[in-house]
């Protein structure tokens, strides 16, 4: 078993497979490891003949695609493989991430031939791996270099510029895991991050201080790699703008958490290690008081702030239609958040966003308010928000909608089935996560589950697999309600939501998607080019101004509007269009887009008047989107009618 040679993505195919349960398709699985299906067909052949079982683990066929053939023999193998896999990188984008990790953590150059022969590849191989590494750090800093000496490479920089990039790696290596403060512990084996995680919140507690989740990882991050540095004796250098922190309220923080690391880890803080701790704090939300009360704002905030957000409050309501004017919570929690963020832009610190791309791709709506804000906060006062900011500005907004939805929506009527065992712990899971959405009119056994009929539910949740017994939907969830179950209610009743307004949501996305604006097999192989080509077309054929195509660069240029799932939603910054459109581009092949291979690009050109039902349009089409099935057959549409009528029926065969 430990010679077994898997890569990851075989790895990623094996869990999802056994995630699901069920028969999936070749075309599903590809578009969520981001390759062809002869890839994933080829890896799950190689797959199957380094398991060596007969029958085969993954059983496949023409009609149905692939499913688990031995659930029990699956897990016990994904267990072996989580613990024996050689843990060395095996692709090109890996190899460079650990090339970098051992340049910031090591004392001394490296070889580059001991390299190649630690990760088993040739010196050819490496050659072509230090070229990427190097374009890394070029878009990470002007302020490091990497630098080669004969045999040996190292990097040459600021130590500040250092430790930056270092966070910015683990954080990216951390995935959706990344607030398991442990899972950073292999990086630091000398310092426990649960310890040094105590001894930030014991400080910040002395100094009757408090500090969101997010801020206190990126402290603690932070914090860990300067005690791994200094015992490495890499120092922050003495720098003026440290200094005038010296008589700060953080610096004086900074003094009580170094003082606690150095009893706990026997290293000395010299003061300018202190210094840049102060500096780390700053801009790390670090509050006074859990208030949210508009008096306390008024007292701890300077007015320009609680202008600035006042302002860009209205502009929702006078673009979006969206009236935000009574949350105080959300005036209050954005105020103090451009307060802090107008201190880490001025300072150059960066603020990670761990749940960046979660929030692009799982809430576009909001993230879109939230890029729209980032620009009228940029006409208000001449600075650009990074990415990071405008991900933090989508968390305010969402909670500011999450409390909005309360107010309006109707709760849906639901039933649970389960064993009586269960009846009380699931019935207060339930009613804690979704109280404000749903209504539990019933609990019933697995075997009462018939009286369920009458009582006419919106839908039911269930630990017992019954959907074939009802005409609603049934949820099958686990005996614990774990996140995938939660998905799954969550999505069921966005459904509904949706649904309310199908109609009329698909009469506008009929109307807006039409055959001169379709483009299949389009060979361009650029971004850029593919937004110009279907830009420019928009113009010509009289749907928008000449400025659109300006405007539509300036907003990707603000995050790119690739979102994983082979899919690109470029669109203005501006809805001026003179008509509401959708432009589809199916790609020849995959192109990199961002972060993400794209291969089916909708452009939206939105007229004012549409602006209102933007969200409901967003949520329709995301639905769809978000479908790996439904994408790969969007993909496959060569003919217009094919292509619109697997979009207009989505919601017809689910």
């Not at 079982?53 to 016990?76: H, M, N, Q, T, V």
């Not at 791996?129 to 040459?156: A, G, H, P, T, Y």
């Not at 009580?256 to 009893?263: C, M, P, V």
């Amino acid at each position: 078993m430990s010679k077994l040679n898997i890569s990851p993505r075989q790895k990623f195919i094996l869990e999802m497979l056994y995630k699901q349960d069920r028969w999936v398709k070749g075309p599903e699985i590809a578009i969520e490891a981001g390759v062809s299906a002869r890839t994933i067909r080829n890896d799950i052949q190689q797959l199957n003949a380094e398991i060596g079982i007969d029958p085969p683990l993954i059983i496949s066929s023409k009609r149905d695609g692939y499913i688990i053939s031995d659930r029990k023999k699956a897990l016990e193998l994904l267990k072996q493989i989580e613990t024996l896999q050689n843990t060395l990188p095996i692709y090109p984008d890996e190899r460079a991430n650990f090339i970098l990790k051992r340049l910031l953590f090591e004392k001394a150059a490296i070889n580059i031939y001991d390299l190649a022969d630690e990760l088993g590849v040739s010196d050819c191989t490496i050659e072509n791996d230090l070229v990427k590494v190097r374009k890394i750090v070029e878009e990470f800093s002007c302020n490091l270099n990497l630098k080669r000496n004969s045999d040996n490479i190292f990097l040459e920089g600021s130590e500040e510029s250092k430790r930056n990039l270092l966070s910015q790696l683990l954080f990216k290596e951390a995935g959706n895991n990344f607030l398991n403060i442990s899972k950073y512990d292999s990086y630091f084996e000398d310092f426990n991050m649960s310890a040094i995680q105590d001894i930030v919140l014991s400080a910040i507690r002395k100094n009757d201080l408090v500090i969101n989740e997010i801020g206190l990882l990126n402290l603690v991050i932070h914090i860990a790699i300067s005690l791994r540095r200094i015992k490495n004796n890499y120092f922050i250098e003495d720098s003026p703008y440290l200094e005038s922190f010296l008589n700060t309220n953080e610096y004086k923080l900074a003094k009580d958490i170094a003082q606690g690391l150095s009893e706990r880890f026997g290293i000395n803080f010299p003061k300018e290690e202190i210094l840049y701790i102060g500096y780390m704090i700053l801009g790390k939300r670090i509050l006074k008081s859990k208030s949210s009360s508009f008096h306390y704002l008024e007292n701890v905030i300077e007015t320009k702030y609680i202008d600035i957000t006042q302002k860009l409050i209205k502009s929702i309501y006078d673009n979006f239609g969206i009236n935000f004017s009574e949350d105080e919570d959300l005036l209050v929690g954005l105020a103090m958040h451009i307060k802090a963020m107008d201190s880490r832009i001025k300072n150059s610190i960066i603020l990670r966003n761990p749940i960046l791309e979660e929030l692009k791709h799982r809430y576009p709506f909001i993230f879109e308010l939230a890029v729209f804000l980032s620009n009228e906060f940029y006409k208000l006062t001449n600075i650009q928000m990074n990415e990071n900011e405008i991900g933090f500005f989508a968390l305010h907004l969402g909670a500011a909608f999450e409390r909005l939805n309360q107010k309006t929506a109707s709760k849906k009527k639901v039933i649970l089935i389960c064993t009586e065992n269960l009846r009380d712990i699931l019935s207060s899971k339930i009613n804690s996560e979704f109280g404000n959405k749903l209504e539990i009119i019933d609990v019933l056994s697995i075997v009462e589950y018939n009286m369920a009929k009458d009582m006419k539910p919106d839908f039911i949740i269930s630990t017992a697999d019954l959907q074939n017994h009802f005409d609603v939907p049934v949820i099958f969830i686990s005996p614990f309600l774990d996140k995938k179950d939660i998905q799954e209610i969550n999505k069921q009743l966005s459904f509904f939501e949706i649904v309310m307004n199908v109609r009329a949501v698909v009469s506008r996305i009929d109307r807006a998607i039409v055959e001169e604006l379709f483009f299949p097999d389009l060979d361009i192989d650029d971004s850029f080019e593919i937004i110009k080509f279907m830009a420019n077309n928009l113009y010509e054929k009289g749907y928008v101004p000449p400025t659109y195509f300006d405007s539509v660069i300036e907003r990707e240029s603000l995050s790119p509007t690739s979102f994983g799932n082979m899919v690109a939603l470029p669109h203005a910054l501006v809805m001026n269009a003179y008509k509401t459109a959708i432009s589809v581009a199916i790609l020849k092949k995959p192109i990199d887009w961002g972060d993400y291979k794209v291969q089916i690009v909708f452009m939206f050109a939105i007229n004012e008047s549409d602006v209102k039902s933007l969200q409901s349009l967003y949520k329709y089409l995301m639905q769809i989107l978000d479908d790996p099935y439904a994408v790969s057959r969007l993909i496959k549409a060569k003919k217009f009618d094919e292509f619109k009528g697997i979009i207009l029926d989505y919601y017809g065969t689910q």
